[in-house]
């Protein structure tokens, strides 16, 4: 079964996003957990949850891929925004539970001069304080293409996050094609060797979840600009073997790709087509 959807408007609530993921032929979706600039969250709704859920087991959703708000970094050099980013983080989790079992992907930071074992120490550190053995939901570190000083540039830093962070079974990563290709992994002619590497430095079974976009820019290029299916430098062949991988059946397939609803339902459909069970 393919579970693929896109980013969905949180601001009606669950059971709007549910429809709105099933007029689109969606059985998965992303949503951000507060504004993703700003900083205040909506109030979980317990009557509107409890139609979703309803909801999306009579549709037979997969897992949910929350996304973090774009101000969180909890590498800043900045102590309040360092502490902003923790509060986020420990709330947006509790909030999570009223949705169990589902995935918070977070972008790991920006260590902005304070140099990348700083950035990943801060990062560990706020993983340390937030997760709790009783959480159900799965945090992802997504693979970032390595604009600017983001950590989580490569595999390597992605581990070296994990391995400072006492609760991992609370971890996972979040695979995000664009960013890989624009980080310098060739998915496109060495798709095979990229993930053995990640198997061998990571855990292939770690990857929880799939941001499937194709990249406006060439490989390595550190930019992160998310171009559609087909349109961009990784190529619709290229993104169709991603999804059709062994390795990935199963998993959420999040489309972050420059559409309104309309693109989102033929790229939909489009992967669909080119996915064999
Ligand atoms: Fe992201
Ligand atoms: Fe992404
Ligand atoms: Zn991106």
């Given at each position: 079964m393919l579970y693929i959807g896109c980013h969905l408007s949180a601001s009606k609530g669950y059971t709007a996003m549910g429809k709105q993921a099933e007029k689109i032929d969606a059985n998965t979706f992303a949503f951000f957990t507060r504004n993703p600039r700003g900083s205040s969250a909506k109030e979980i709704n317990i009557s509107d949850v409890a139609e979703y859920l309803e909801l999306s087991e009579k549709l037979a959703f997969g897992k949910l891929v929350a996304h973090a708000p774009?101000?969180?970094?909890?590498?800043?050099?900045d102590e309040k925004i360092r502490y902003f980013s923790r509060q986020t983080m420990a709330d947006d989790l509790k909030r999570m539970e009223s949705t169990p079992h589902n995935y918070y992907n977070f972008h790991p930071g920006s260590h902005v001069k304070q140099g990348v074992e700083t950035g990943i120490e801060l990062i560990a550190n706020q993983l340390n304080g937030v997760?709790?053995?009783?959480?159900?939901t799965i945090v992802l570190l997504e693979t970032m293409a390595?604009?600017?000083?983001?950590?989580?540039?490569n595999f390597e830093e992605i581990r070296a996050i994990m391995d400072r962070v006492?609760?991992?079974?609370?971890l996972g990563v979040c695979f995000d094609t664009c960013h890989v290709w624009d980080g310098g992994y060739d998915i496109v002619n060495r798709l095979d060797d990229v993930l053995e590497q990640f198997d061998k430095i990571?855990?292939?079974?770690?990857?929880?979840a799939i941001h499937l976009n194709d990249s406006?820019?060439?490989?390595?290029?550190?930019?992160?600009r998310h171009a559609r299916i087909g349109e961009g430098h990784i190529g619709a062949d290229a993104l169709i073997r991603v999804i059709n991988r062994p390795e990935f059946k199963g998993l959420p397939v999040i489309l972050e790709t420059p559409n309104e609803m309309d693109g989102y339902a033929r790229e939909i459909k489009f992967l669909r087509e080119n996915y064999s069970e």
């Open positions: 774009y101000t969180m970094n909890p590498c800043s050099a997760l709790t053995e009783e959480q159900s390595g604009k600017g000083s983001e950590v989580g540039r006492e609760r991992r079974e609370k990571i855990g292939i079974e770690k990857i929880k406006m820019n060439p490989l390595g290029s550190h930019k992160d």
